[in-house]
């Protein structure tokens, strides 16, 4: 009973909070790194340095007023947001955020759960939350956000394609689907796959930009000529829960690069008998530490490049990743098949 | 085995019960003050003559017919890589017929001008 239900029970609670907290100061972190970027300070009135800025949002957006347009199919329209959230939510369930270790004189795994299929998981759930964005833009019955939902969704498939076929190659490299397993795997081949695959490295970079529509691929929301994108017409708590699930999945996505491609819970050189010491610092710090690494990359990219035309988008996508990845494929089949 | 799935599906439960916990909370919270046109879509100030939901381009539809190919295609994939070891040289060759098939119709498509945004 304790194993089966109120230990999951505890690490989902626990993950969850985490989750809400990490994009609250997610937001706050990029306001800021964005304001250095600009020569401006960014949010300094709420707390020290704006430190409880996110605290303060969260409240306003709970006592706004939360408005249904006349038009919008109304439980479409509030039916849109949750669909959006859960699924990005969800996919913490088997991302691994360190091995089984003992606490308190009982074997615990920093990890809800491992299933054999979980990158399968996460790629099918995380392609969930297009339902969302699509509800959104249909439901509300305005012209901007049916164009930014028709957009994003056309988006978002088409650089599905290309991340999904690269990931192959990673679990060529792996040989299993567990994420615990290709972490394992980082170890027992003495590489973490950033260095085995930097080709898939960068196109799961890329591609995981466009999936989670930032900058320079940040078209559905692109303020100048829609408006705000998908969300125009919500507000309050909904609109909320959309900018939860769009921070929610950059997370998603800095964590399973960092799992795939950089060894996840592993300190760096992990089979190296001098850097041992590395071991007594906490494996889910090492995690933590690669993830924010990827959050800021992702930010610090906001900050430089311009945003991408729709043609140019597409073309990206279509044409250029898309070759690259089955390329990759193809070439990490043959070298594997030589070396055996 | 299944029972890996228990937390997942109590993670589902947890997920959406927060989010329309939040909903419902904010909902006793803010104000209801509402008239007509705060209630118009968004329209930059002028009252919308038709319904939103109009004809779009079809090149959304093409672009959700290739994926439905392609992704599908990846999926074969999946079960392939990961008993990549134990085919070895025959397992290749296999996936390279697949995949040549694969880029021979990614090579018409580029060539009808399927993937032409413009």
Known sequence: MIDQVLIPLLKIVIVLNATLVAVTYMVLLERKVIAWAQSRLGPMRVGPYGVLQPIADAIKLMIKEDITPVRADKWVFTAAPIISMVPALIVYAVIPFGPTVSLFGRKVSLYITDINVGLLYIVSVASVGVYGIILAGYSSNSKYPLLASLRASAQLISYEVAVTLTLVSVILMAGSLSMVEIVNAQYNQHVWFVFAQPFAFVLVLIGGLAETNRA?????????????????????????????????????????????????????????????????????????????????????????????????????????????AILNLVVTGIVKVMLM | MLSAYIPIAMFVAVATGFAIFTIVFSNLLHPHKYNKVKLEPYECGIEPATDARDRYSIRYYLVAMLFVIFDVETVFMFPWAVIFNKLALFGLIEMMVFIFILVVGYYYAWQKGALEWV
């Open chain 1, 216 to 324: 320079p691929f940040d078209l559905p929301e692109a303020e100048q000529e829609l408006t705000g994108g998908f969300h125009t017409e919500y507000s309050g708590m909904r609109f909320a829960l959309f900018f939860l699930a769009e921070y929610a999945n950059m997370i998603v996505v800095s964590s399973v690069v960092t799992t795939l491609f950089l060894g996840g819970w592993l300190p760096p050189f992990p089979n190296v008998g001098a850097l041992h010491l590395l071991y007594y610092v906490p494996s889910w710090t090492w995690f933590l530490i690669k993830s924010f690494l990827f959050l800021y990359l992702f930010i610090w990219i906001r900050a430089t490049l311009p945003r991408y035309r729709y043609d140019q988008l597409m073309r990206l996508g279509w044409k250029v990743l898309i070759p690259l």
